[in-house]
Nanobody, 124 residues
Framework: QVQLVEAGGGLVQAGGSLRLSCAAS????????MAWFRQAPGKEREFVAC????????NYADSVKGRFTISRDNTKNTLYLQMSSLKPEDTAVYYC?????????????????WGQGTQVTVSS
């Protein structure tokens, strides 16, 4: 069973930056498609960004395009999300997720395993 552990969340002012990380257990991380999702209070979990197994393909939600960058280091079994120009509406719990069954994850139902989440709060 794959375990994912997110880190890097916190409180930041609008316009600031944060880098989230997601450490994966096991030796097959390089075969997983990975993604970041987020969920704000009272809202459904929504797609943020995804990356294929090699890092050669990425996709972003329109709301974060140009501000967030997803990347991975398969030698460290770690997924990253660099977030810049943060806005109060980016406030949410951020989750990493993975699967071996699709090339890119864009819907929560496509992920087979999830991290526990990390809180990101952006103050105005």
């Amino acid at each position: 069973q794959v375990q994912l552990v997110e880190a890097g969340g916190g409180l930041v002012q609008a316009g600031g930056s944060l880098r989230l990380s997601c450490a994966a257990s096991g030796r097959t991380f390089s075969t997983y498609a990975m993604a970041w999702f987020r969920q704000a209070p009272g809202k459904e979990r929504e797609f943020v960004a995804c990356i294929n197994w090699s890092g050669s393909r990425t996709n972003y939600a329109d709301s974060v395009k140009g501000r967030f960058t997803i990347s991975r280091d398969n030698t460290k079994n770690t997924l990253y999300l660099q977030m810049s120009s943060l806005k109060p509406e980016d406030t949410a719990v951020y989750y990493c997720a993975g699967t071996q069954t699709v090339a890119l994850i864009v819907r929560p139902g496509q992920a087979d395993f999830w991290g526990q989440g990390t809180q990101v709060t952006v103050s105005s």
